[in-house]
């Protein structure tokens, strides 16, 4: 039987872009580079984080979300938690279910019980993949496909674990350069036949397999670093976008999207842009759209 059906509820969650309708969020009230996890922290970590110019550009991309007609939930903000605005790791929603990730690294354990005590308040059951590393950043849904990266965040047998609870959907494996984090700092899917791709960080058997599935989109190495391929879809062939990254703009803009520039420069000083600040609850879609 499958996890999909003709009627979205609360949650639901088949694609990166069907219509954006309830996502989580969480100020970067208290973030700070306290160790280092990711090359970008690397390169930011003397200079560190403005928390006043990250809290306002936040403020402006939540406003910007609702402006668009999405509910914007936001987690409290816990002072042990230095990098609790990537609220994208801490689970994922695939279908019906609600999947609380088990985080990696000992500095973000714990996240995930906020978002726990959230969905226990408001009566979102979800299903809690303990034993298994994985974090929601190298979880990307294509309709009953399920991309996974493997990474220093996600390992295989949380793969595994993933296929065997879903037998009916299809969960394939993404293996690229792990110091790019997450799977979705290098691949990101913007609708049924696009996508962008840092191909620097796959190799060509890879980058081969996707570009039989879609039309890749590549991303600069530069506008890598500037997390290009970070960008997050509402849904209608709207893309949020950083203004800095102006050639994966062009070329979204070419494909006929409506690009939503908002500088969250500041953020993603930490490693993470649109769419590792923002956790999808709801989307709402036909899924006559896309075979699956």
Not at 80 to 98: A, K, L, N, Y
Not at 117 to 146: H, P
Not at 254 to 275: A, C, H, L, N, W
């Amino acid at each position: 039987m499958s996890i999909f059906s003709k009627q979205p509820q609360k949650p639901f969650a088949r694609s990166e872009y069907d219509v954006l309708k309830q996502v989580i969020l969480c100020k970067p009230e208290y973030m700070t580079i306290r160790d280092v996890i990711n090359e970008t922290q690397k390169k930011f970590k003397d200079e560190g984080i403005h928390i006043e110019l990250a809290m306002a550009q936040h403020k402006k991309f939540v406003q910007a979300l609702k402006e668009h007609d999405v509910d914007v939930v936001l987690l409290p903000a816990l002072k042990m938690f230095p990098e609790q605005v990537f609220t994208r790791d801490i689970g994922f929603t695939f279908g019906h279910v609600m999947f609380a990730a088990e985080m990696a690294n000992k500095v973000r354990q714990g996240e995930e019980e906020v978002l726990k005590g959230w969905l226990k308040q408001e009566g979102i059951s979800y299903y809690n993949l303990l034993g298994d590393m994985i974090e929601g950043g190298d979880v990307i849904v294509d309709g009953e496909t399920m991309y996974v990266g493997v990474s220093n965040r996600t390992n295989k047998n949380a793969i595994n674990h993933l296929q065997s609870i879903l037998p009916h959907n299809e969960v394939v494996t993404v293996p690229f350069t792990e110091k790019y984090l997450h799977l979705d700092c290098v691949f990101n899917i913007l609708s049924p036949t696009d996508a962008l791709i840092y191909p620097g960080a796959l190799k060509q058997k890879e980058i081969d397999f996707l570009s039989s599935r879609f039309n890749l989109m590549e991303v600069t190495k530069e506008e890598q670093f500037t997390l290009g391929t970070n960008v997050l879809s509402i849904g209608n062939k709207k893309v949020f976008s950083l203004p800095v990254n102006t050639n994966v703009n062009e070329q979204l803009r070419e494909r006929g999207y409506e690009v939503i520039e908002v500088d969250i420069t500041e953020i993603i000083k930490s490693g993470g842009s649109f769419r590792c600040c923002t956790l999808p609850v709801l989307r709402e879609g036909d899924l006559s759209d896309k075979e699956v």
